[in-house]
């Protein structure tokens, strides 16, 4: 994984950047990529000493009185497994502080819409993915009134991408490399025009196709990092299983807040 290079510089924000080190910089003494995906949410059971995380099949967890129980109470708002999986993609998203997993990369992209609340405007790039572009335009549009400005992110100069930001501009979506164009985006560029707004919006950036292994999007500017698990990071069409990495700057957190909840409240199996 590489780092984001501001300045010449290894911007790494206090957090450890996976490979080689890079201008000078050197590794820390956290557990490498391999080590941390390996080990990072599968811990030996404290019961029988098993090595291999159990699947837990139950829906609901016994309390012994109201609010009172181990950790779990409901397997749509938590469950072993999800927790397990979790802890695995925050430790992988350098600059990452905790991981939502969600039953596909399209629950992930209407939490995170839905989450915005109604009537807001959000800035893409053009060349997004067509479910992304279509739920946005069509979906999300009809049902909370979300307005969409599709720019080009790779070739417009600052003063268009600066035009198209609103008082109500709540977030600025990329893509990079785009799907399946494979354009790319300068991420940090982006987030400082986003920083710049008045509204400053939040910058989400859809990292399926480099992972965390060759990209760290929260390292170069980014709030929430998104990946559709279906793809590279699970080897493609293998299962089907989103995630969002919500902001760890406390500053930026509270609009990222109410992902959480908005996914519990949208929990759906995919078949």
Same mark, same amino acid.
């Given at each position: 994984?590489?780092?984001?290079?501001?300045?010449?510089?290894?911007?790494?924000? +206090?957090?450890?950047?996976?490979?080689?080190?890079?201008?000078?910089?050197?590794?820390?003494?956290?557990?490498?990529?391999?080590?941390?995906?390996?080990?990072?949410?599968?811990?030996?059971?404290?019961?029988?000493?098993?090595?291999?995380?159990?699947?837990?099949?139950? @829906?609901?967890?016994?309390?012994?009185?109201? +609010?009172?129980?181990?950790?779990?109470?409901?397997?749509?708002?938590?469950?072993?497994?999800?927790?397990?999986?979790?802890?695995?993609?925050?430790?992988?998203?350098?600059?990452?502080?905790?991981?939502?997993?969600?039953?596909?990369?399209?629950? @992930? @992209?209407?939490?995170?819409?839905?989450?915005?609340?109604?009537?807001?405007?959000?800035?893409?790039?053009?060349?997004?993915?067509?479910?992304?572009?279509?739920?946005?335009?069509?979906?999300?549009?009809?049902?909370?009134?979300?307005?969409?400005?599709?720019?080009?992110?790779?070739?417009?100069?600052?003063?268009?991408?600066?035009?198209?930001?609103?008082?109500?501009?709540?977030?600025?979506?990329?893509?990079?490399?785009?799907?399946?164009?494979?354009?790319?985006?300068?991420?940090? $560029?982006?987030?400082?025009?986003?920083?710049?707004?008045?509204?400053?919006?939040?910058?989400?950036?859809?990292?399926?196709?480099?992972?965390?292994?060759?990209?760290?999007?929260?390292?170069?500017?980014?709030?929430?990092?998104?990946?559709?698990?279906?793809?590279?990071?699970?080897?493609?069409?293998?299962?089907?299983?989103?995630?969002?990495?919500?902001?760890?700057?406390?500053?930026?957190?509270? $609009?990222?807040?109410?992902?959480?909840?908005? $996914?519990? $409240?949208?929990?759906?199996?995919?078949?």
């Amino acid at each position: 994984m590489s780092p984001a290079l501001l300045n010449g510089e290894a911007a790494t924000n +206090g957090h450890h950047v996976n490979g080689p080190a890079i201008n000078g910089l050197k590794k820390s003494s956290v557990d490498g990529f391999g080590t941390r995906a390996i080990h990072v949410g599968s811990d030996a059971n404290e019961e029988t000493g098993a090595v291999i995380p159990a699947i837990s099949l139950s @829906t609901t967890y016994k309390q012994n009185g109201v +609010g009172n129980h181990k950790g779990f109470e409901y397997s749509r708002s938590g469950n072993p497994n999800r927790n397990a999986l979790e802890a695995t993609l925050a430790s992988l998203e350098s600059g990452g502080a905790y991981a939502l997993a969600f039953a596909s990369g399209s629950a @992930t @992209t209407a939490t995170v819409l839905q989450s915005l609340g109604p009537d807001a405007h959000i800035v893409s790039v053009n060349d997004v993915y067509g479910g992304t572009f279509r739920y946005m335009s069509r979906v999300a549009k009809e049902n909370q009134g979300l307005d969409t400005t599709f720019v080009d992110l790779e070739n417009a100069d600052d003063e268009t991408i600066l035009a198209s930001f609103r008082p109500n501009t709540k977030l600025v979506w990329i893509e990079s490399p785009t799907n399946p164009t494979l354009r790319l985006i300068d991420i940090p $560029r982006i987030a400082s025009l986003a920083r710049s707004a008045p509204s400053s919006p939040l910058v989400l950036v859809d990292n399926t196709f480099l992972s965390p292994f060759y990209s760290s999007p929260l390292l170069q500017g980014a709030d929430i990092v998104m990946h559709s698990l279906t793809k590279y990071i699970n080897g493609a069409l293998r299962r089907c299983n989103g995630r969002a990495d919500p902001p760890r700057a406390p500053h930026r957190a509270p $609009r990222a807040a109410a992902l959480p909840a908005e $996914r519990d $409240r949208r929990s759906t199996k995919c078949i």
